[in-house]
């Protein structure tokens, strides 16, 4: 499960936030994960209840926002979503397209609780 190795490395990165801002305790993690990305949400929260201990986020909640696939016609310009399965134009129905969004896995926002010392 490569989903283990994304947390530990989400983790890591949610460390180095962490610490730049001088927080003692990490409460959320959102990531954004597209839906061409290769990682599944459900294996990731899975991971990430794992990864997470003994880390600065071990009692951290996960949130997972799905990104949808857009993608832009070459053929008639049109910029739609379409299923994983079909990247096909939604207007056109070419196949000529580019892939906008939904190969994306980022981590959106960290919240944390700083010390007000």
């Known amino acids: ?3 283990l190795a994304v947390c530990q490395s989400l983790l890591r990165e949610v460390a180095r936030a962490a610490a730049a801002n ?12 597209g839906s061409l990305s290769g990682v599944e949400g459900p294996l990731l929260a899975r991971a990430f209840e794992v990864a997470r201990c003994g880390t600065i986020a071990s009692g951290a909640a996960l949130e997972i926002e799905a ?18 399965n079909a990247l096909l134009c939604g207007r056109c129905g070419a196949w000529q397209v580019d892939v906008l969004s939904g190969e ?13 010392t």
């Not at 001088?22 to 994960?33: F, L």
């Not at 990104?67 to 994983?84: F, L, N, S």
């Not at 994306?104 to 007000?116: A, M, N, S």
């Open 104 to 116: 994306e896995l980022l981590l959106t926002r960290v919240e944390l609780v700083v010390d007000p």
């Open 1 to 3: 499960m490569h989903e």
């Open 22 to 33: 001088g927080a003692g305790e990490v409460t959320r993690v959102v990531v954004a994960i």
């Open 67 to 84: 990104v949808p696939v857009r993608v832009r016609c070459k053929i008639c310009a049109a910029e739609t979503e379409t299923p994983v």
